[in-house]
């Protein structure tokens, strides 16, 4: 009977699922790859990749992770020349899913809440892959158009667009020219975007389509975050993040045009429930001309990226020069009703200790930490968070081992089926 007993014990460890596990994407920009860490239980990083895969193209600079029509991770990669796509195993390996070739110089990647387009911003235009089940991207028609896209918007030629964010119905996207400005584009029911065939460099001015809503003036605007109600920009000249609160439908307080083509009063009706400062309601009472700023904090250095923890309510940035991470427990909006915390505090609730040697790029964060493309550095380094999403630590409690002039820039984690090998 005992050994019956022994039997059954081994089957059923045998027919146990493994744990599924939880893996990090680096890019090494300078060495056109992708590194693969795992991740622990307590989120501590691998001290050497398990995955390493070259890219099709060259200087990989962003990595975005989705899923197929099936739920199963697919990672996506932005490099000078195009954009690839990568199948993620149970247990992180990475096979090519093809790329796309013709597209030039991508700044960022978003996709769409359903996870069924892949947009990409340029210098001049905006453009969106509708992604196949598998969640590949489009082949590039055979000794036709070069364009893989399938829709896209056509800005200012002398515009670099930069960050991307997608919502329901909307898409975000700061805007680098002169001074600066956050646009909105509202996307068709499929998620695809109004126009096709742009070109880079377009001198046709017919062509250019103007943003449903945008803030102007902002100065040189590039990491933002749209959360709920409110989107969080950072405006480099003047040193400092900024909020704004969003009207219902999610648009800005400006002159524009709803859903239905109706033009939006310039008022908006009660300039109040936009939270004006006291300096800029006083503006606003002798003439309306833009949306008033929320809240604003005190003056930073450059943020190279912005990321919300999933607690939802603590903004984690990338201090460029200075080589830390600051963290920004977002403070109670007394004006509002519930006191929702949506207010930036004038400084950084808790940064890490600056690293000279390091000047960090992008990021992204977990429940249980926040992990750091290192640049200079050549490593990945991790940060332990408090459940509200603030900095435990001032120095990092994991980091990977140096990888020789691999620059990483971008980082992006992907939940696995299996365990990570």
Do not use: W
């Not at 800005?155 to 964010?165: I, K, R, S, V």
């Not at 648009?251 to 800029?280: Q, W």
């Not at 630590?393 to 140096?402: G, M, N, V, Y």
């Amino acid at each position: 009977m005992r050994s019956v007993i022994d039997g059954l014990f081994v089957a059923l460890l045998v027919a146990e699922p493994a744990l599924a596990g939880s893996i990090l994407y680096a890019t090494a920009a300078s060495q056109q790859r992708i590194d693969g860490f795992c991740l622990g239980a307590d989120g501590a990083l691998a001290a050497s990749p398990s995955v390493q895969v070259g890219t099709q193209g060259r200087l990989p600079r962003r990595v975005l992770v989705g899923k197929d029509v099936l739920g199963k991770p697919v990672l996506y990669v932005a490099e000078a020349d195009r954009i690839e796509a990568f199948k993620i195993g149970d247990h992180g390996g990475l096979s090519s899913l093809g790329d796309t070739r013709a597209v030039r110089n991508p700044q960022d990647l978003a996709l769409s809440p359903d996870g069924k387009t892949l947009y990409v911003t340029h210098q001049g235009f905006l453009e969106a892959f509708a992604l196949a089940a598998d969640g590949s991207l489009p082949t590039p028609p055979r000794g036709g158009s070069p364009d893989p896209f399938t829709s896209c918007i056509q800005g200012e030629p002398t515009n670099t667009f930069l960050d991307a964010q997608a919502t329901s119905g909307l898409l975000y996207v700061s805007a680098d020219d002169i001074p600066g400005r956050i646009a909105i584009y509202r996307l068709n029911p499929d998620g695809s975007l109004p126009q096709t065939g742009c070109r880079l460099n377009n001198t046709d001015a017919s062509k250019v389509k103007t943003p449903d809503s945008e803030r102007k003036r902002l100065q040189r605007p590039k990491a933002f975050l749209v959360v709920g109600d409110f989107v969080y920009v950072e405006e480099r000249a003047l040193r400092r993040l900024t909020a704004f609160r969003l009207q219902p439908d999610g648009t800005f307080c400006d002159r524009g045009k709803d859903a239905n083509g109706n033009v939006v009063a310039e008022s908006c009706g009660d300039i109040a429930y936009f939270l004006p400062t006291p300096a800029c309601a006083r503006r606003q009472a002798k003439k309306q001309r833009q949306q008033c700023a929320a809240s604003t904090t005190g003056r930073i250095l450059q943020y190279e990226g912005l990321v919300l923890h999933p607690g939802g309510d603590t903004l984690l940035g990338t201090e460029f020069f200075k080589g830390r991470v600051d963290a920004y427990r977002l403070k109670p909006e007394p004006r509002l009703a519930g006191a929702p915390r949506v207010r930036l505090p004038k400084g950084p609730t808790r940064f890490s200790e600056a690293n000279p040697v390091m000047t960090p790029v992008r990021l992204t964060a977990t429940e249980k930490a926040v992990y750091v493309a290192g640049g200079e550095l050549d490593r990945v380094i991790a940060l332990r968070l408090r459940a509200d999403g603030v900095l435990a630590d001032a120095t990092p409690f994991s980091r990977t081992d140096e990888q020789t002039d691999s620059f990483p820039n971008d980082v992006a984690v992907a939940t696995l089926l299996g365990s990570c090998q």
